[in-house]
């Protein structure tokens, strides 16, 4: 059974920089493609930044305009999104999600297994 757990979330100043994590247990970590989603109050979740289970592809969501990077420790089984120039429109719970296919996915629903989330918050 896959778990994932997330960490790092906080209050940071606008224009600042975060780096959350999402440590994964309880599967093959290398053979899981990984994403990052958010959710801000009254929005449905959304689609931020997808990495394959090599490491080797990544995609973004558009809003993020080069300003954070997804990235993967296949000997932590970790994820990690680096979030830079954060605005009050990046405001949101954070979850990673991990799906068995392997490869890049940017759909809710392509995704098998969900953390609980981090709350990121721009303190403007």
């Known amino acids: 059974h896959v778990q994932l757990v997330e960490s790092g979330g906080g209050l940071v100043q606008p224009g600042g920089s975060l780096t959350i994590s999402c440590v994964v247990s309880g599967g093959a970590f290398n053979s899981l493609g990984l994403g990052w989603f958010r959710q801000a109050p009254g929005k449905e979740r959304e689609f931020v930044a997808a990495?394959?289970?090599?490491?080797?592809?990544?995609t973004y969501a558009n809003f993020v305009k080069a300003r954070f990077i997804i990235s993967r420790d296949n000997a932590k089984n970790m994820i990690y999104l680096q979030m830079n120039g954060l605005n009050p429109e990046d405001t949101a719970v954070y979850y990673c999600?991990?799906?068995?296919?392997?490869?890049?996915?940017?759909?809710?629903?392509?995704?098998?297994?969900w953390g609980q989330g981090t709350q990121v918050t721009d303190s403007s």
């Open positions: 990495i394959s289970s090599s490491g080797l592809t990544t």
């Open positions: 999600a991990a799906q068995d296919r392997g490869s890049v996915a940017i759909e809710t629903s392509e995704y098998d297994y």
